[in-house]
């Protein structure tokens, strides 16, 4: 995203071994802070030693699987570069054994030929750690977006049986 304006403090509260955690950020024009001046984003991101800010995502789109957590915005990153995905969006869905596994929601590059699962699924292991690779594949239309372009993330459900990973 870049360094903080002037004027700007920023700082990553609860950060895991990764640096990821809740960013904050503290000014003077900022409002609808704590009692220490702070307004808690909830955003996911991470300051690098050179003061460049990385988003990760929202909070409350973390998907946890058997304790791991995945970003949706990294999985969604390297799904996007697939030359058979026009748009995606991944969400967590409840899992027994795991606590939530990883979908995805894909919108084909040509809806007459969506991407094999498969295709989607190897091109994801070369880039991601196995635990965040989609285990289920679910082909869309299009996704559910705000009026600011942002995918609503609440309104993706599965229509029923999904495509399970081997």
């Not at 503290?26 to 984003?41: I, N, Q, V």
């Not at 409350?60 to 030359?83: F, Q, W, Y």
């Not at 705000?146 to 999904?162: C, M, S």
């Amino acid at each position: 995203m870049g360094r903080a304006a002037p004027g700007v403090e920023l700082r990553v509260r609860d950060a895991a071994p990764d640096g990821v955690g809740e960013i904050h950020a503290r000014a003077d024009h900022l409002f609808r802070t704590d009692a220490e001046g702070w307004l808690h984003s909830g955003d996911l991101g991470r300051v690098a030693e050179d003061g460049y800010l990385y988003l990760y995502g929202r909070g409350s789109d973390m998907i946890i699987r058997g304790g791991e957590n995945v970003h949706p915005l990294e999985v969604e990153t390297v799904l996007a570069a697939h030359p058979g995905v026009a748009d995606v969006a991944v969400t967590g869905a409840p899992d027994e054994r795991l606590g939530q596994t990883v979908v995805a929601f894909v919108v084909p590059a040509d809806p007459d030929a969506p991407p094999e699962p498969a295709s989607l699924r190897a091109h994801a292991r070369t880039r991601l750690s196995g635990f965040k690779v989609p285990v289920r594949w679910w082909f869309v239309a299009d996704l559910p977006h705000n009026a600011n372009g942002k995918v609503v993330r609440q309104r993706l459900r599965e229509p029923g049986q999904g495509e399970t990973r081997d």
